[in-house]
């Protein structure tokens, strides 16, 4: 295959569609700056995180998220312990903590839901400027110039992958 023919200018490539990745590129897109992001896998459809913070409510309502994780989620206000029982014969209840680690959010719970979901409402955000995830892209390598002219212009692409 022609690798020439894969070649696209970006003024930031994002290297990985996990909630790092995808938030990032969220942002970025809508604030108008031309990204690609690319992932290796398929797009995520559950396990991982599951639960999520006062703090990262606070962070979805930021970027008008902030209703669809509410929809869609369970609030979460006291999480269980369980542990296996000595004599083997099962598991136990061995405490009861709240679901919360910050106390000053207007937030008074957490929210559970799946990663998979998490990840789908960035995607759809920002779908919504154009951006979709590049998937089943593996980097094979990444070229950064050394050239002080070509670093200090701000025209030019000092990194290729
Ligand atoms: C079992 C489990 C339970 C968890 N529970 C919680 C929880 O309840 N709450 C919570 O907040 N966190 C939880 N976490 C942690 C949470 O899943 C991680 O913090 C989060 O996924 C990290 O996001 P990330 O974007 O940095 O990395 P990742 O989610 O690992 O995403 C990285 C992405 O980059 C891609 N990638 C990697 N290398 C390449 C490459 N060379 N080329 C192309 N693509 C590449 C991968 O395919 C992946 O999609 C849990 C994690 C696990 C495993």
Redesign the pocket.
Known sequence: MDLQTQLTEVDILI???????LVCANALAKAGIHVKI????QK?TA??????MPRTIEIMHSYGLGADVLSQACPAHTIAFYSSRADGSGIENTNHAPALSETDSQWRYSLTLH?GAIEELFIQSMAKEGLTVNRS???ISIQVSNDPSVLSDRNARPVIR
């Open positions: 290297i990985g569609a996990g909630p790092a990745g690319i992932d290796h896998k995520r396990g991982h995180a599951d639960a999520i990663q892209v593996h980097p």
